[in-house]
């Protein structure tokens, strides 16, 4: 697995930034400002967390910067790149091949094995098959799962399943990692080896990762934590870790 051929900027400058990013909903008569002028700078090889209550506007912020909904105001530059003015293909596009995602529920898919679970975005990607079998075998490897190639979702603990939904994420080779609650079914023990697998591969690949939880604990293992609250950044903090051993 080697980072991205994309045109990046070096380890520790702004990758995302977010310019007054706002978002309104509409339902009958009545306005909810999920976000409201948001500034927020993520840089290139760091793990954000991003905090708050129930209806604070985190999903709505993790949707905007993965190009699944459009801001109603406000910029979101990522790579260079002015998210927030792509065409619809352009947002496919993005997606597509700039952007992985971990879900609390895994998302994997039933009737397909491990394997073909991670071969099939890169299918999107029009990449051969021998050459999406090779690629999700190495990354899947790169997770310990070398031995479960061909297990079914059902035959795979959580915390395997979690694997094969990071390897998913990974297989692509994206510019930036969405995980939304990616702990939420795992029990305690497992949820903390996953969160400490996050860190080594953000390390070990120089990935940028942005994570939503309701959880304190599970966001103290991010670099930066930041608290949203009714739509607004109430506060940004910055965790201490020791460096993560490599293998
Ligand atoms: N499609 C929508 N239409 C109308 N209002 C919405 C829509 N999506 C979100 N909202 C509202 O925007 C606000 C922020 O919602 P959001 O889902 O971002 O919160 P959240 O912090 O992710 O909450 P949770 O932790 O419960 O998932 C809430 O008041 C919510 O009701």
Redesign the pocket.
Known sequence: MTTTSRELPPVGETLVETRNLSKL?R?GTSR?A?LNHVNLTVPRGSFTAIV?T???????LLNMLAGLERPTAGEINVAGQAVHAFSESQLVAYRRKQVGFIFQSFNLIPSLTALDNVALPLSFQGMTKPRRQARAKAVLAQLGLEGHLNHRPAQLSGGQQQRVGIARALAVQPTLVFADEPTGNLDSKTSERTLQLFRTLIQRFQQTWIM?T?DQHIASFADTVVSISDGRIAGITHNIHDKVAQP
């Open positions: 909903f339902v909810i999920a708050g129930s209806g604070s506007g985190k999903s709505t939503v309701h």
